[in-house]
Every structure is written in structure tokens, then in C-alpha cells.
């Protein structure tokens, strides 16, 4: 009988399972019963926690899943590490009991001893105290494992994580908070920051963004990567010249250590699809709604008294088109501000006859309705919709409009900021940048799967072309119906010419070679011609053989998973 430890690591912030740091493991098996398996790890971890005189709450949380099942326990920030430790010998325990041939006999005191040593050298008492007075304080602290600061933004104060001040010394009053939002989502998730951001400039303000492609203050890109974690958000916090924050909050990041804050002003959800599932035990599109909808707490009872305290609005922008968002609305304990294209979707009639906030499309303008309605901007007038076709942009403008309203921006701003954001790589990098070269028309997007793919085909739908041509890829730990199901999608639109561009470093398990050939196969038997279907060695390669191929009045779409700069320079030579 196969047991298997997938992974064990620390939560910082409020999580999928709880509303507190700890340490979570993740665990998988196919043939034992999963409830004996959880009593089972429950019974170590009771007893560990009991040699260890472990005081730190012996309550345990868990999620079974198909093939597996997450243990978390509750720890202080000082003790994560430990509290890894800790799952990791009950698991250990657990496994020896139910299948002894598949591990080492545990020399059980020499665990806990080396345990009881780890607990007392990650001690730091002046650090918990803290925490705890921040809390009292209503000031927001920001832990790692190399600082600690307090407040944000330009009162932000940040010191050595083992030279901290001492909590006594501390003038609480010196520390404010700047407004933040939470952005996820399946897609539309960096759209909407940059967006939100420019919106913010327009109202005076310098906004911090945080997102998968960098983390920028202003004009300034202080680093690039994917920083749409917790520490992408305290860099940003901490940092003096941030006046106002909007963090994209990924679903990696969610899983891997929780919320970065444990309060936010507003936060925005743009859609629920299926991607990444069978990471982390999500493996169904409504496991993901759960974990997106984490957001909420930031904003929900875990912030009330802190909101109270900081006269905050906390609300939750969602999308009205969204099935399952949409159920799981009368679930927020907090004020909710839907958006919808259509002003007919049944939540935005009804939060317009209630006179709740809420987004919408009406004779070709964005309207704000709360109370009274509000024309924002006309869509023809909005760059990023170009002049309409691009539908997903309009979702996306009324998600930031709707989390705008919410942080008190004024509407001269939200419409200023609407003008100046366009589908340029210069304001969205990697989202529908459009170029124009001999005639031919190409967009490069970053979308990589089904539901961002068919919204940028949506689009090009509508423009006027002779022919289209499409590249496009896939990551290698895609399923062969993810994969087959994106396939479908393209087809849909008839192009004349399929790019099948292979990304090596995104393989992840597959051979070179394997998602192209799966891919050849699946056109072929959907009756494209083997003429019609180019293999490329990457998307600089697939682009270089559409420029050569398409024909002025053609468009050209590439998905571009990789290289991007290389493909944005070869369309603007």
C-alpha cells in the first residue's frame, strides 16, 4: 500500500483551510480508507504535540481530496518551520503504522528530541509580542524570514528580523495604512492591476502593483518575476513611495503560504476557470472557486474590527456572468459589487433596484450604479476594448471600475485612467498588444488557457482579415484533454494556418516534441490538412514562419508563452 508525503510547507497569512499561519502537508494515496488514514495522523500528532508540551492549539484542519488529503495545524509565525516538522514525524508515524514495508523504522525519541531543539533555537518571543501589539494597534505587521516592518506605505518602518525594536518603544500612532486591493481570478488578473494602477496615477496617486510579470512603484519596475505572492507584497508595502496598492493574488501563491495581508480595503474576482488543476488536491474548477474566493477574507469578519477601526468600505467585486461566482454570493458576509457587460444578468437588475454597487453596459457606455447611475466612459473611447471587439476588456474595465468606486476614486479619475490604458506592450505587456507590419495585423497574448484563449479569439473574430493564422503552445502538465479541449477552441475560429510552437521550459515531465505530435494528431483527425500545420521550435521560430507565410490584410494571432520580447522585436523591425 503506497503512501506518499507530496509536500509539507509554512502558511503565513490566513489560508484555504483556516484563518491562521501554520503549516500544512499534503499527502496522497490511492487504496486505504481516508478517514483512517486522517484518525490515524491525527493520533501521532496528538501524541508528538503532548511530548513536545506543544501549546499552540492541538486542533487540526483537513481537505480530502481524490487520491489524497491536507492536514493542517495551527503555529505560531515564529514556529512554522517546527510545525513542518512536526506533520511531517506524525505522517512518518501514521505510515509505519498502516504500511510498515514502506518505511524505516522510526527512532521516535531521536525525532522528538532534534524537534524540541528546533523549537527552542526558532523561538523569538520579541517578535510574537510583535505581532500581537500590532493587532491590538490596528497596524499592519509584516513578517519574513529576514524582517519585520510595521504600517505601509510612507509611514512603512522595516528592521532586521533579528534586531526588531522592542514593542514598548513603539509609537503605535506613527503607523498608517495606504488603501490595497486584491485582485484574482483565473484570467484578467495583471489586466486589472495595471489597469486599476493607471487609474490611480490619473487621481494623483502613485499605486505599487504587484503581478506574475513584475512588481513596480509608479514608472518603476523594481523587479521583474512572478511576485504575486506574499513577498511581492510585503517588497511593495514596504516600500515608501507606494500610496495606494493592488496586489494580484495568484492561485500558486494562495495555496503555497496563504493571503499575504490579512486585510485589504476591496478586493476584485474576476473569473472562475478551469487551469492548473491536480496541484495542491485542486482538482475540479469549483475546488479552484474556493481557493480564489479566499480573497474574501481579507475583507470579511476576519477585518471587521479593523475596518471599523480604519472606517474602511471591504468590498468584494465580483463577476455577475460567472455561474459559479455568482452562487456563492449570498455566502460573503460583506458588502458586494457586481459587473456584467448585460444589464439584464439578474443581479445586476437586482442590485440596481436596491441600490447596491454595481458595474454594467448600457448603449455603449460603462455605468456605476449605486444609488444613482453614473455614465463612466464610452466603450468606443476605451483603447483596451478595441472599439468593442475586445469583450473580456470590457469585463475587465468594470471589475476595475467596481474596485475603484470601492477605494473612493472619483469618477474623472476611473475615466482619465480608462483613456490612457491601452492594449499596448508599453501599459499590458503580454495581453492583447497589437501590431501592425506590411499590411498584416498581429496580436500577442500571453493566454494559456481554454477560457483566455477563446476570449482573444472572441476578439479576433470580430476584426476584419483575409486569413488568420494562429501559434499557439502548451505547458507540458496540461492533461491530453486540456490540452486536445484548447485545440477545439482554436479550431472553432477556422484559421488557415496552425503553429504548433514548442516551449522547452515548460515540458514539465514530456518529452520534446510529445505536445506538438499530440496536438498534429488531433487536427488531423478534425480534417486539417498536414499543409495547414507548421511545427516550431519555439515561438520565435513559429513567428519568423508566419511572417513569411501571411499576407497583408491577414491576421496573425501568437499565443506567446515564451520569448516574448524576441516575438515583440521581430514585429517591430
Not at 201 to 208: E, I, R, V
Not at 334 to 352: Q, T
Request: net charge negative; hydrophobic share 40%.
Amino acid at each position: 500500500m503506497a503512501f506518499i508525503l507530496d509536500e509539507v510547507r509554512r502558511l503565513t497569512g490566513p489560508n484555504l483551510l483556516s484563518d491562521e499561519p501554520g503549516a500544512i502537508a499534503d499527502v496522497l494515496f490511492s487504496e486505504a480508507n481516508p478517514q483512517i488514514v486522517l484518525h490515524c495522523w491525527q493520533k501521532h500528532l496528538l501524541e508528538c504535540q503532548n511530548a513536545l508540551d506543544w501549546a499552540y492549539g492541538k486542533n487540526t484542519y483537513q481537505r480530502f481530496y481524490k487520491g489524497g488529503l491536507s492536514v493542517s495545524i495551527p503555529a505560531p509565525m515564529d514556529l512554522l518551520y517546527s510545525a513542518c516538522d512536526l506533520l511531517e514525524l506524525a505522517w512518518d508515524l501514521c505510515v509505519q503504522e498502516l504500511s510498515p514495508s514502506n518505511i524505516e523504522s522510526i527512532d521516535i525519541d531521536e525525532r522528538l528530541e532534534a524537534l524540541k531543539q528546533s523549537i527552542k533555537e526558532e523561538r523569538h518571543p520579541a517578535l510574537i509580542q510583535l505581532i500581537e501589539q500590532a493587532k491590538l494597534h490596528n497596524v499592519v505587521c509584516l513578517a519574513d524570514d529576514d524582517e519585520l516592518s510595521l504600517g505601509t506605505g510612507p509611514s512603512a518602518e522595516t528592521w532586521p528580523i533579528d534586531d526588531i525594536t522592542s514593542a514598548s518603544s513603539v509609537n503605535w500612532s506613527a503607523y498608517k495604512s495606504v488603501p490595497l486591493a486584491l485582485i484574482t481570478g483565473t484570467n484578467g488578473k495583471s489586466t486589472s492591476v495595471r489597469l486599476a494602477a493607471e487609474i490611480a496615477k490619473a487621481g494623483g496617486m502613485c499605486a505599487g502593483v504587484t503581478s506574475t510579470d513584475f512588481i513596480k512603484v509608479g514608472d518603476t519596475i523594481i523587479d521583474e518575476g512572478d511576485y504575486s505572492g506574499p513577498g511581492g507584497a510585503r517588497m511593495l508595502l514596504r516600500d515608501k513611495r507606494t500610496e495606494i496598492a493592488f496586489l494580484e493574488v495568484a492561485r500558486g501563491g494562495l495555496l503555497r503560504r496563504g493571503l499575504p495581508v490579512n486585510h485589504a480595503d476591496a478586493a476584485l474576482i474576476t473569473n472562475v476557470a478551469s487551469d492548473h488543476l491536480g496541484q495542491y488536491g485542486i482538482n475540479t474548477v469549483d475546488d479552484i472557486a474556493q481557493v480564489k474566493t479566499m480573497v474574501s477574507k481579507a475583507i470579511g469578519p476576519l477585518a471587521a474590527d479593523y475596518a471599523e477601526q480604519q472606517n474602511e468600505p471591504r468590498v468584494l467585486v465580483l463577476n455577475a456572468d460567472d455561474p459559479r461566482l455568482a452562487a456563492m454570493g449570498k455566502s460573503f458576509d460583506m458588502p458586494l459589487c457586481w459587473f456584467s457587460p448585460n444589464p439584464h444578468n439578474p443581479l445586476i437588475v437586482e442590485a440596481i433596484k436596491q441600490q447596491r454597487p454595481c458595474a454594467y453596459v448600457k448603449d455603449g457606455e460603462l455605468v456605476y450604479s449605486h444609488i444613482t447611475s453614473t455614465n463612466i466612459a464610452r466603450i468606443n473611447e476605451v483603447p483596451m476594448t478595441i472599439k468593442g471587439t475586445a469583450t473580456h476588456n470590457i469585463q475587465n474595465a468594470l471589475g476595475v471600475i467596481g474596485l475603484c468606486k470601492a477605494l473612493g476614486i472619483d469618477d474623472a479619475a476611473i475615466k482619465a485612467g480608462l483613456h490612457n490604458f491601452a492594449s499596448s506592450a508599453k501599459d499590458n505587456p503580454g495581453r492583447g498588444n497589437i501590431y501592425e507590419l506590411n499590411g498584416i495585423t498581429f496580436i500577442v497574448d500571453f493566454a494559456h488557457n481554454g477560457h483566455s484563449m477563446q476570449a482573444v479569439m472572441n476578439m479576433a473574430s470580430k476584426m476584419p482579415a483575409k486569413h488568420i493564422h494562429v501559434m499557439f503552445s502548451h505547458a507540458g502538465d496540461r492533461s491530453d484533454q486540456d490540452i486536445q479541449d484548447v485545440t477545439n477552441a482554436v479550431l472553432k475560429l477556422a484559421p488557415s494556418t496552425y503553429v504548433l510552437a514548442e516551449i522547452e521550459q515548460y515540458l514539465r515531465g514530456r518529452k520534446f516534441g510529445d505536445i506538438s505530435n499530440l496536438v498534429r494528431q488531433h487536427l488531423l483527425d478534425n480534417n486539417i490538412s498536414r499543409d495547414d500545420i507548421l511545427l516550431a521550435a519555439n515561438p520565435v521560430h513559429g513567428t519568423e514562419q508566419l511572417l513569411t507565410k501571411a499576407k497583408a490584410g491577414d491576421l496573425v494571432l501568437l499565443f506567446v508563452l515564451s520569448d516574448r520580447e524576441e516575438v515583440q522585436a521581430l514585429l517591430q523591425t
